[in-house]
């Protein structure tokens, strides 16, 4: 009997995610703690991982995600989970060390054997990213859920941030869009076996170029790209810096652009897109849809559109130097490497006032 994962839970993926503004409401419930200056980034930043310095010159990163399945194969999905996982530590320019399986399976509905497969599947794109599985939790839930939580280390001068984008940088995302719509058209039973393949390909994809885009001077912010889509991910970016991002749409990267754009006009947009607008739309300058509605309204569904596994989103000064290094790596590893905007000082264009984003 084929076991189709997707089948036995409300979400998929990323697209799992508490919409932002709910996320808000809950944080802001919380006391605050007792300081530790060794706590360099926490909770408060929105970033993408924990980091503690270690006093040597180093410092631990610790992060964890998971979701219920966004495929229906077992092994895949527990690959995708993983490598969304340890992207966190990528994107805070660290290399990972090791992880903990965080497992929740409905045992009445689902044996022992799927979930192993699911397992197996983490297992094995931690021995790619060079880390054990080092252990595990895993409880009895009414869905399955698969994640990892990763510990990782980074050197503190190589440390990135979302924080630091200076106005003039030059943005880059490092994987395409769009892995949120195909996936839905999986679900609507419309995907082809060629873009649904793509868009697998892409999330197992593991980030480690992280790593080595943090080495390069002149890379002042890297954050990576998941559930609230390209356009949370960078306003989060501009509000940690208050400043403005604004995005090229025409130079936007798309898996399968005229599938995407097929898909879209079938309806298959996830709800996680419509939640990130409600959450963030209004701190968003869009096409004007005078000038072409259907173009308009897919831009603003593909910048919502919630990437599971995504890339990363960095800012780079715009100088030779830095710009040159950037575009040799990205293109050594066969990732995008046309710039997608810049960064500009707040109000310059758009919306008023700063942690905004404008789309051009």
């Known amino acids: 009997m084929e076991i189709k994962l997707t089948q036995f839970s409300h979400g998929a993926g990323c697209g799992c ?11 802001g419930q919380l006391r605050p703690q007792p300081s530790d200056p060794r706590l360099l980034v926490g909770h408060g930043s929105r970033d993408d991982a924990a980091v503690y310095d270690l006093g040597d010159g180093t410092a631990a990163i610790s992060t964890t995600d998971f979701f219920m399945p966004i495929v229906d194969d077992p092994f895949t999905f527990g690959r ?9 530590i990528y994107a805070m320019g660290g290399t990972p060390l090791m992880a903990i399986a965080i497992l929740g399976w409905p045992i009445d509905k689902l044996s022992a054997e799927v979930a192993g497969q699911v397992l197996e599947g983490g297992r094995s794109i931690c021995e790619e990213a060079g880390i054990p599985l080092a252990g595990g939790h895993s409880i009895d839930s009414p869905e399955p859920i698969f994640g990892l939580a990763v510990t990782g280390r980074v050197q503190l001068n190589r440390l990135k941030l979302n924080e630091g984008a200076r106005p003039g940088d030059v943005l ?35 980030n480690r170029i992280g790593a080595e885009l943090a080495a390069i ?19 989060e970016m ?31 947009i996830p709800g996680g897109t419509r939640r990130n607008q409600a959450s963030y739309g209004g701190r968003i ?45 990205l293109k050594a590893h066969d990732a995008p490497a046309t710039p997608i905007g810049l960064v500009a000082e707040a109000g310059a264009a758009g919306v008023s006032g700063a942690d905004s984003l404008v789309i051009e």
């Open 17 to 27: 995610k508490i919409a932002p503004a709910v996320l808000d409401d809950i944080l």
């Open 80 to 88: 995708i989970a993983a490598a969304n996982a340890i992207s966190d």
């Open 172 to 206: 880059f995302l490092t994987k395409h869009l769009g892995v949120g719509m195909i996936t839905t058209a999986q679900k609507r039973g419309i995907v082809t076996p060629e873009d649904l393949s793509a868009a697998v390909a892409s999330m197992q994809q593991l």
């Open 217 to 235: 001077p002149g890379v002042h912010a890297m954050t990576d790209v998941t559930g609230f889509g390209l356009a949370g991910h960078a306003i």
């Open 238 to 268: 501009a509000s940690a810096t208050s400043v403005q991002l604004r995005i090229n749409a025409q130079a936007l990267p798309l898996l399968k652009p005229a599938a995407l754009r097929n898909y879209h006009a079938q309806g298959a």
């Open 285 to 329: 300058s869009w096409p004007a849809s005078s000038a072409d509605p259907v173009h308009s309204e897919f831009t603003r569904d593909i910048l919502c559109d919630p990437q599971t596994s995504g890339g990363l989103l960095l800012a780079v000064d715009p100088a030779s130097p830095a710009i040159s290094a950037v575009v040799d790596l």
